[in-house]
Protein backbone atom coordinates (compact mmCIF):
# COMPACT_ATOMS: atom_id res chain seq x y z
CA UNK A 1 0.00 0.00 0.00
CA UNK A 2 1.55 3.22 -0.88
CA UNK A 3 0.83 6.83 1.26
CA UNK A 4 0.06 9.54 0.02
CA UNK A 5 1.96 11.62 3.38
CA UNK A 6 5.37 9.41 2.82
CA UNK A 7 5.85 11.20 -1.10
CA UNK A 8 8.53 13.93 -0.71
CA UNK A 9 8.44 13.40 3.09
CA UNK A 10 11.71 13.65 5.13
CA UNK A 11 12.23 10.26 7.31
CA UNK A 12 14.77 9.40 9.66
CA UNK A 13 15.72 5.54 8.95
CA UNK A 14 17.37 4.41 12.55
CA UNK A 15 19.28 1.24 12.97
CA UNK A 16 21.13 -0.63 16.37
CA UNK A 17 24.44 0.86 15.36
CA UNK A 18 26.44 3.36 17.58
CA UNK A 19 26.11 5.95 14.97
CA UNK A 20 21.97 5.85 16.31
CA UNK A 21 23.46 8.65 18.82
CA UNK A 22 23.19 11.17 16.17
CA UNK A 23 20.01 10.71 15.57
CA UNK A 24 18.48 11.75 19.39
CA UNK A 25 21.44 14.62 19.30
CA UNK A 26 20.31 15.52 16.32
CA UNK A 27 16.64 16.12 17.45
CA UNK A 28 18.35 17.82 20.12
CA UNK A 29 19.74 20.64 17.33
CA UNK A 30 17.27 21.09 15.74
CA UNK A 31 16.62 18.44 13.06
CA UNK A 32 13.23 17.41 11.70
CA UNK A 33 11.46 14.73 10.15
CA UNK A 34 8.20 14.00 8.73
CA UNK A 35 8.35 10.14 10.28
CA UNK A 36 10.61 8.19 11.94
CA UNK A 37 11.47 4.37 11.06
CA UNK A 38 13.13 2.00 12.99
CA UNK A 39 14.96 -1.32 12.76
CA UNK A 40 14.29 -3.75 15.34
CA UNK A 41 15.01 -2.92 19.14
CA UNK A 42 15.69 0.61 18.28
CA UNK A 43 11.88 0.26 18.57
CA UNK A 44 12.09 -0.22 22.66
CA UNK A 45 13.14 3.48 23.13
CA UNK A 46 12.57 5.59 20.18
CA UNK A 47 9.11 7.59 19.56
CA UNK A 48 8.87 6.27 15.59
CA UNK A 49 5.91 5.80 12.70
CA UNK A 50 7.38 2.53 11.31
CA UNK A 51 9.12 -0.45 12.66
CA UNK A 52 10.72 -2.93 10.50
CA UNK A 53 11.46 -6.08 11.87
CA UNK A 54 11.93 -8.56 8.87
CA UNK A 55 12.82 -11.32 10.70
CA UNK A 56 8.90 -13.54 11.97
CA UNK A 57 7.81 -12.57 15.32
CA UNK A 58 8.35 -16.79 16.24
CA UNK A 59 12.28 -15.97 15.76
CA UNK A 60 11.98 -13.17 19.03
CA UNK A 61 9.04 -15.59 20.61
CA UNK A 62 9.76 -19.19 20.31
CA UNK A 63 13.71 -18.81 20.37
CA UNK A 64 16.90 -16.77 22.21
CA UNK A 65 18.27 -16.53 18.55
CA UNK A 66 18.08 -12.71 18.57
CA UNK A 67 20.67 -12.39 21.58
CA UNK A 68 20.31 -9.68 24.20
CA UNK A 69 16.94 -8.13 22.72
CA UNK A 70 14.82 -10.83 22.75
CA UNK A 71 12.97 -10.40 26.19
CA UNK A 72 12.01 -6.79 25.74
CA UNK A 73 11.18 -7.70 21.94
CA UNK A 74 9.33 -10.17 23.26
CA UNK A 75 7.19 -8.02 25.78
CA UNK A 76 6.68 -5.13 23.05
CA UNK A 77 5.65 -7.19 20.24
CA UNK A 78 2.97 -8.77 22.03
CA UNK A 79 1.68 -5.27 23.53
CA UNK A 80 2.44 -3.17 20.37
CA UNK A 81 -1.44 -2.96 19.61
CA UNK A 82 -1.97 -0.33 21.61
CA UNK A 83 -0.08 2.04 19.55
CA UNK A 84 -2.07 4.70 17.10
CA UNK A 85 -4.15 3.37 14.02
CA UNK A 86 -1.18 4.47 11.58
CA UNK A 87 1.41 2.57 13.51
CA UNK A 88 3.27 0.15 11.22
CA UNK A 89 5.28 -3.11 12.15
CA UNK A 90 6.64 -4.84 8.94
CA UNK A 91 7.17 -8.61 9.05
CA UNK A 92 7.85 -11.42 6.25
CA UNK A 93 5.05 -13.26 8.46
CA UNK A 94 1.78 -13.06 10.65
CA UNK A 95 1.85 -14.23 13.83
CA UNK A 96 -1.62 -13.96 16.05
CA UNK A 97 0.66 -13.31 18.99
CA UNK A 98 1.41 -9.89 17.52
CA UNK A 99 -1.30 -8.51 15.89
CA UNK A 100 0.01 -5.18 15.68
CA UNK A 101 2.32 -6.90 12.92
CA UNK A 102 1.42 -7.00 9.17
CA UNK A 103 3.36 -8.45 6.02
CA UNK A 104 6.01 -6.21 4.91
CA UNK A 105 4.65 -5.44 1.14
CA UNK A 106 7.30 -7.57 -0.35
CA UNK A 107 5.91 -7.92 -4.40
CA UNK A 108 4.71 -4.17 -4.70
CA UNK A 109 8.58 -2.95 -3.67
CA UNK A 110 9.86 -5.35 -5.83
CA UNK A 111 7.72 -4.41 -8.59
CA UNK A 112 9.63 -1.06 -8.41
CA UNK A 113 12.89 -1.73 -7.36
CA UNK A 114 13.33 -4.57 -9.71
CA UNK A 115 16.59 -6.33 -8.12
CA UNK A 116 15.93 -9.07 -5.30
CA UNK A 117 19.08 -8.45 -2.99
CA UNK A 118 17.92 -8.04 0.50
CA UNK A 119 20.69 -9.83 3.32
CA UNK A 120 19.19 -7.18 6.20
CA UNK A 121 16.28 -5.35 7.57
CA UNK A 122 17.58 -2.25 6.49
CA UNK A 123 17.47 -2.75 3.22
CA UNK A 124 14.43 -3.63 2.95
CA UNK A 125 13.64 -0.15 5.01
CA UNK A 126 15.46 1.29 2.20
CA UNK A 127 13.85 -0.23 -0.45
CA UNK A 128 10.36 0.54 0.89
CA UNK A 129 11.44 4.18 0.90
CA UNK A 130 12.28 3.95 -2.94
CA UNK A 131 8.69 2.44 -3.26
CA UNK A 132 7.16 5.46 -1.23
CA UNK A 133 9.02 8.12 -3.49
CA UNK A 134 9.87 10.03 -0.11
CA UNK A 135 11.83 12.92 -0.34
CA UNK A 136 15.01 12.72 2.04
CA UNK A 137 16.21 9.63 3.89
CA UNK A 138 18.48 9.92 7.06
CA UNK A 139 19.99 6.87 7.71
CA UNK A 140 21.49 6.42 11.63
CA UNK A 141 23.30 3.46 13.47
CA UNK A 142 23.46 1.39 10.12
CA UNK A 143 27.24 0.85 10.53
CA UNK A 144 28.38 -2.64 10.18
CA UNK A 145 30.66 -3.02 12.99
CA UNK A 146 30.23 -6.44 14.49
CA UNK A 147 33.69 -7.32 16.03
CA UNK A 148 32.62 -11.28 15.87
CA UNK A 149 31.25 -11.77 12.31
CA UNK A 150 33.44 -9.31 10.10
CA UNK A 151 32.08 -11.61 6.56
CA UNK A 152 28.24 -10.44 8.04
CA UNK A 153 29.12 -6.71 8.73
CA UNK A 154 30.92 -6.66 4.98
CA UNK A 155 27.65 -8.51 3.55
CA UNK A 156 25.25 -6.23 5.07
CA UNK A 157 26.81 -2.59 4.53
CA UNK A 158 27.59 -3.98 0.44
CA UNK A 159 23.87 -4.71 0.03
CA UNK A 160 22.96 -1.23 1.31
CA UNK A 161 25.02 1.01 -0.02
CA UNK A 162 23.94 -0.24 -2.95
CA UNK A 163 20.15 0.51 -2.19
CA UNK A 164 21.22 4.00 -0.93
CA UNK A 165 22.75 4.55 -4.17
CA UNK A 166 19.81 3.56 -6.28
CA UNK A 167 17.55 5.30 -3.50
CA UNK A 168 20.25 8.69 -4.75
CA UNK A 169 19.40 7.87 -8.11
CA UNK A 170 15.61 7.71 -7.65
CA UNK A 171 15.96 11.26 -6.44
CA UNK A 172 16.00 10.73 -2.59
CA UNK A 173 17.87 13.03 -1.00
CA UNK A 174 20.47 10.63 1.05
CA UNK A 175 22.33 11.46 3.76
CA UNK A 176 24.45 9.47 6.92
CA UNK A 177 24.73 9.85 10.64
CA UNK A 178 28.15 12.06 10.56
CA UNK A 179 30.13 9.52 13.33
CA UNK A 180 28.90 6.64 10.94
CA UNK A 181 31.32 5.09 8.39
CA UNK A 182 28.35 4.08 6.08
CA UNK A 183 29.37 5.69 2.24
CA UNK A 184 32.43 6.66 4.61
CA UNK A 185 30.64 9.42 5.90
CA UNK A 186 33.06 9.87 8.87
CA UNK A 187 35.95 9.83 6.82
CA UNK A 188 38.24 12.97 7.08
CA UNK A 189 37.49 15.30 3.46
CA UNK A 190 41.12 14.93 2.59
CA UNK A 191 41.03 11.30 2.90
CA UNK A 192 37.72 10.19 0.86
CA UNK A 193 39.28 10.01 -2.41
CA UNK A 194 41.84 6.81 -2.95
CA UNK A 195 44.98 7.99 -4.46
CA UNK A 196 44.33 11.52 -4.28
CA UNK A 197 44.89 11.11 -0.50
CA UNK A 198 48.20 10.82 -0.70
CA UNK A 199 49.29 13.98 -1.89
CA UNK A 200 51.14 17.03 -0.28
CA UNK A 201 47.99 19.31 -0.94
CA UNK A 202 45.36 15.96 -0.90
CA UNK A 203 42.43 16.35 -2.85
CA UNK A 204 39.69 17.23 -0.34
CA UNK A 205 36.02 16.49 -1.19
CA UNK A 206 32.70 18.27 0.83
CA UNK A 207 29.19 17.91 -0.13
CA UNK A 208 27.22 20.35 0.48
CA UNK A 209 23.49 20.84 2.30
CA UNK A 210 21.78 20.86 -1.07
CA UNK A 211 23.80 17.69 -2.19
CA UNK A 212 26.44 19.91 -4.31
CA UNK A 213 29.99 18.26 -4.49
CA UNK A 214 33.01 21.19 -4.03
CA UNK A 215 35.86 19.30 -5.22
CA UNK A 216 39.42 20.78 -5.40
CA UNK A 217 43.28 20.88 -3.10
CA UNK A 218 42.77 20.73 0.63
CA UNK A 219 44.77 24.06 0.22
CA UNK A 220 41.92 25.89 -2.09
CA UNK A 221 38.87 24.15 0.31
CA UNK A 222 40.42 25.22 3.81
CA UNK A 223 36.37 26.90 4.70
CA UNK A 224 34.46 24.18 3.59
CA UNK A 225 36.64 21.81 5.77
CA UNK A 226 36.42 23.82 8.57
CA UNK A 227 32.52 23.70 8.12
CA UNK A 228 32.36 19.89 7.58
CA UNK A 229 34.49 19.62 11.02
CA UNK A 230 32.14 21.98 12.66
CA UNK A 231 29.18 19.66 11.54
CA UNK A 232 30.55 17.08 13.10
CA UNK A 233 30.53 18.72 16.35
CA UNK A 234 27.05 19.28 16.37
CA UNK A 235 26.92 15.53 16.83
CA UNK A 236 26.93 16.79 21.03
CA UNK A 237 24.70 17.54 23.15
CA UNK A 238 23.15 21.10 22.45
CA UNK A 239 24.18 23.84 24.92
CA UNK A 240 22.08 27.29 25.95
CA UNK A 241 23.31 30.72 24.25
CA UNK A 242 23.30 32.11 27.80
CA UNK A 243 23.94 29.93 30.79
Known sequence: MKYESLKGASIALVAM??????YTTGLANGAYFDETWVVNAMALSLKHNRLFMLDPPSRFLDSKDAGAMTDNMVDYLINASGHSKDYRIYSCELDERCPAV????????????KHPYFNSTVSYAVAYAIYQE??????????????????YAEAGRACLEYWLAVARMSGIAVSVAPESSLLDTSTHPTKKLYGYHRLSDPMAVVEGNDGTLRVGPASELKNDITMWEHKKMLVAPPEPKNA
Open 17 to 22: GRSHVN
Open 102 to 113: ELYPLQEVLHVV
Open 134 to 151: VGQLTVYGADYTYASIPH
